[in-house]
């Protein structure tokens, strides 16, 4: 079957499958440990970096918040900047993961050590809430009276209060159903409780008000919370927590993501798909699988994430995922991965384990470094790289669900149902069957060999059925499987699954050849970029070490973003070949998972690069994806090539600090203030706009910036306000709408008085008009 991304291969499948399926259930954590590979290395280093974290220190919010003492003062960046406390939330669920992966005593007891403290804080606040927002009682109380303010990142003035109180409530979850403690059900009980008192005189529109604020996976959270005490009301409360603004275009099959922010959608879905587990709602869940499908099919690279700069490009323009420093975010792929887990589990269908495996050995594997440190942005832009946390000073949401990522790689390789198994990775690990008093060792070093093998020990022998995926990355007929040595029969199902019937006795053991082949994989727009992948790992060439800024993270509020020089995409290595042959031209070394691509590559500097597994590439520059041309359109590429990189290269060097308007993360990281403001999306750009006034902070640090740029749209008119810099008047700006139907940039002159090290840009509406929209604001020297 002729496919440009393996990713997505039989998504059909799960169609012809759906409803027809049984439903499976994961085996609990503690039934499954990892051995020997690259997964227990990562692991093992996350529990080092999660150990090196002070609980006092992460506690320090909740304190401070119930009116305790704090044993230690708080930590840095995000954590005293306004989302105080959502990393100790993470913790717990980190922490409870490791202790069911692991059995490790230490573990164990940080959390309880965590739980303690927190109930404390509970007793103290005598109302069931616990939560670190900076004055969180005040803002709560104006919401349950209905005083609600909400943008995108704020809720009455506080950075995203929702999405912080949700890691508490998640990570309560966590602790009760991955290790048993019944004082975090007995935290979380009254957690909950205090929420439904708060939302209990809001109107449904008020609550969707409220919601336009990013608020994590409110919606999965107390659906958990109804599951665990009987109680629908709770259930109810889900309901009401989903957000209309994207649920209803999914139950209409709708994609309507271009734009938005990414992963404030992803635990929205998630919330979806546990209510319609829950009820048994067919129109929610089709809702889920119509996302999944989506953003799997149309806003997906190689390496299973997604996004630029935290929010969903174009899915017919990749063009900012190539030319970014602010790549796929390793939070969407932590939260696509739990989607996964759920629609799997529903209705399983090899094609979900595809994209599962996909993402997990090439994006979240890859996301920490071996010495320690967690990714925010995994840019794809040609020559660039990562930037790693460091334990003390990096506390973004990627540090968070990264402290989870590693230690939960065992949830999804095995699953069952009453009687039969399931086979889905082929990971090291071995596997304890309690309630069948059976056991599995996998032993494999895939995928440095292409086979793995299995053996069973069990009380008696017994008759059922293991069922292996039969990965998308294979050919037809193309796996082979022995059992004690002998060649089975094996048939492929509706579903890519080969399935073993038979009396099994301790002692048998299966052996599995899983042949892998080099593929090329364009972008979903496709455009002339290629990456390559040798079964379901992505390859990647190494470019360097050279002038890595900011390779390990400082406490910075913009740290998490590799700020270093750019490479030139007219100095990228570019292959030349046909896109219908390009795979054929990459060669192997006969090395393990050692490949080369000399006959195409261009110049002649990069020809020895080597293609490598893109997990193994850490605090280097990086090729993941290959600008790629045929011979007879090669001199029209390299002209275009360089005009457009010297123009991008001349803004550069004269920009100081940039603010792309209407994005999240970047308005906070400036400070965003205003009032009667909004953001929008529009040409695929966003703008923010209002009839009263906004501001952003934006660093000098040399005292060189000589004035502001400001990005608009030519068509539009009326609009009469004025831009300050540092409370001085700069400008009073009257636009007519005739500048045609394109963006265009204005430069305004900033007064002679440089030195300050920050300069507040402020824009106010003139009295009965409004601001234009600001596509982007740009500090220049």
Request: charged content about 20%.
């Amino acid at each position: 079957m002729k496919r440009t991304c393996i990713i997505i291969i039989c998504l059909l499948r799960i169609f012809t499958t759906h409803g027809q399926s049984q439903k499976l259930n994961s085996f609990p954590l503690s039934a499954v440990r990892i051995l020997n590979g690259p997964f227990l290395e990562a692991q093992q280093t996350d529990m080092k970096y999660m150990l090196e974290l002070d609980p006092d220190r992460l506690l320090a919010p909740y304190l401070r918040e119930a009116g305790i003492e704090p044993q230690k003062p708080t930590y840095g960046n995000w954590e005293n900047t306004g989302l105080d406390g959502h990393t100790a939330g993470h913790y717990l669920s980190a922490l409870s993961n490791m202790y069911a992966a692991t059995g490790d005593q230490q573990i164990l007891d940080r959390l309880n050590y965590m739980l303690d403290w927190l109930e404390k804080c509970q007793h103290k606040s005598g109302d069931g809430y616990i939560g670190g927002v900076p004055g969180g009682k005040a803002m709560w109380k104006e919401i349950a009276a209905g005083k609600i303010n909400a943008g995108s990142f704020s809720l009455n003035d506080k950075w995203v209060p929702l999405y912080n109180i949700h890691k508490p409530f998640a990570g309560l979850i966590d602790a009760y159903q991955l290790t048993g403690s019944q004082k975090a059900k007995e935290i979380l009980q009254k957690y909950a409780a205090w929420a439904y008192q708060l939302t209990a005189g809001l109107t449904d529109a008020q609550i969707q008000e409220m919601l336009r604020s990013e608020h994590g996976g409110m919606n999965e959270v107390f659906a958990d919370v109804s599951a665990i005490t009987g109680d629908s009301r709770y259930l109810a409360l889900a309901r009401k927590f989903s957000h209309h603004v994207i649920l209803e275009p999914l139950l209409q099959k709708k994609d309507v993501l271009t734009g938005m922010h990414a992963n404030t959608q992803i635990p929205k879905v998630i919330g979806f798909m546990r209510v319609a587990e829950l009820s048994n709602d067919k129109s929610w869940e089709d809702a889920a699988g119509f996302f999944w499908e989506t953003v799997v099919k149309n806003r997906t690279v190689s390496i299973g994430g997604n996004s630029v700069s935290e929010h969903f490009n174009p899915s017919e323009d990749f063009s900012s995922m190539m030319e970014s420093r602010e790549g796929p975010e390793t939070c969407n792929s932590y939260n696509m991965l739990k989607l996964t887990r759920h629609l799997f589990l529903a209705h399983p269908a090899a094609s979900y384990i595809d994209y599962y495996e996909r993402t997990l050995y090439n994006h979240i594997l890859s996301s920490q470094s071996p010495t320690g440190g967690f990714v925010y942005f995994t840019p794809m832009r040609p020559g660039h790289y990562k930037v790693y946390s460091k334990p003390q000073e990096g506390f973004w949401c990627c540090v968070g669900s990264g402290l989870e990522n590693h230690g939960k790689y065992g949830e999804l390789i095995y699953a069952h149902n009453e009687k039969d198994l399931f086979v889905n990775l082929f990971m090291a690990s071995k596997l304890e069957w309690k309630e069948k008093k059976m056991s599995l060792v996998q032993q494999t070093t895939f995928p440095e060999q292409d086979h793995t093998s299995l053996s069973l020990k069990l009380a008696k022998s017994e008759t059922f059925t293991i069922h292996f995926r039969y990965p998308g990355w294979l050919a037809k007929n193309e796996m082979t499987v022995k059992v004690n040595g002998k060649k089975q029969l094996v048939e492929v199902d509706s579903a890519s699954y080969i399935s073993l019937n038979r009396k099994w006795k301790s002692g048998d053991v299966i052996d599995i050849h899983l042949p892998m082949h080099t593929q090329a994989e364009f972008l979903p727009d496709g455009s002339d970029y290629v990456s390559f992948v040798h079964g379901p790992i992505v390859l990647a060439a190494s470019m360097g070490t050279a002038d890595l800024a900011g390779l390990k993270a400082n406490g910075d509020r913009m740290a998490h973003i590799a700020n270093g020089p750019l490479l030139s995409v007219e100095d990228a290595p570019l292959m030349i070949a046909d896109r219908n042959s390009i795979a054929k031209g990459i060669t192997d070394e006969n090395l393990p998972m050692t490949f080369k691509a000399a006959n195409m590559i261009y110049q002649q500097e990069y020809k020895g690069l080597e293609l490598v597994p893109f997990y193994k590439l850490n605090e280097t520059r990086y090729m993941v994806y290959w600008p790629f041309t045929n011979p007879e359109n090669l001199p029209a590429l390299l002209n275009a090539r360089k005009e457009k990189a010297a123009a991008a290269f001349a803004l550069d060097a004269i920009t100081v600090d940039k603010v792309s308007t209407g994005e999240q993360q970047p308005e906070s990281d400036h400070g965003f203030k205003g009032e009667n403001t909004w953001e929008g999306v529009f040409k695929d750009r966003h703008f923010r706009t209002g009839t009263g006034w906004f501001s952003y902070i934006l660093k000098n640090p040399e005292s060189k910036a000589s004035g502001i740029r400001l990005t608009y749209f030519g068509k539009e008119s009326d609009r009469n306000f004025e831009i300050y810099a540092n409370d001085v008047l700069l400008e009073t700006v009257k636009l007519e709408g005739n500048r045609g139907d394109h963006f265009y940039d204005v430069t305004y002159a900033l007064p002679d008085d440089r030195k300050q090290l920050e300069i507040v840009i402020k824009l106010v509406a003139r009295p009965g008009s409004s601001i234009a929209a600001i596509y982007e604001l740009r500090l220049l020297k």
